[in-house]
């Protein structure tokens, strides 16, 4: 999982999403908190989630307790999303900086998609319609890192680490100042 790549010793946290879906056979301890639809509209209702989506009939969402982790790590918090997520963290944070990552064609996605072998036809058909009008979505992005070849996309989301933390703003608001020579 990129995700993995990109977090040791970056100062990276992984929010850990909810999801109403059931554990495939490839998901990890820890990949996802799986919940019952039942238990995740509970948790909407008392605003639990930092946002949530349904994606492909089932429901995902950021619980809030991910934020209070990682600030209590001195984290940044790296959410792996869907677009109407994205576009609810940007109404609640505007400052938020919010990246696409897209396999390199419309073709590579389905393959991959039918690589994994855990997805059914009409499942696939699904989150491909839904790729289709997330790419659409683009424009919304600060970044777009196309995933051809995972090194290379892992290098493109480390630089926009790099360069985000180098922003004037960011620096100012950590209390971080200029070296200063002697004299």
């Known amino acids: 999982m990129l995700s993995r790549v990109v977090c040791p010793g970056m100062g990276l946290r992984l929010a850990v ?35 949530y989506a349904e994606f492909c009939g089932e429901l995902y969402g950021t619980p809030r307790s991910e934020i209070e982790r990682a600030a209590d790590e001195g984290s940044d918090l790296v959410l792996e999303i869907e677009v109407q997520g994205a576009r609810q963290i940007r109404r609640v944070c505007p400052r938020a900086v919010l990246v696409m990552l897209l396999p390199p064609t419309r073709e590579e996605c389905l393959r991959r998609l039918r690589g994994r072998g855990s997805e059914t036809e009409e499942r696939i058909q699904r989150r491909m319609a839904a790729y289709d009008r997330e790419i ?15 090194d290379a996309a892992v290098c493109d989301l480390k630089s926009i680490i790099r360069a985000e933390r180098l922003r004037t703003h960011r620096q100012l608001a ?8 002697e004299g």
Not at 136 to 150: I, K, R
């Open 136 to 150: 659409l979505a683009v424009g919304e992005f600060d970044y777009v890192v196309w995933n051809v070849e995972v």
């Open 174 to 181: 950590a209390g971080q100042a200029a070296p200063r020579g």
């Open 17 to 51: 999403s909810a999801t109403s879906r059931a554990p495939r056979p490839t998901d990890a301890d820890g990949d996802y908190h799986f919940v019952t639809r039942g238990e995740f509209e509970a948790t909407i209702a008392a605003g639990g989630f930092l946002e």
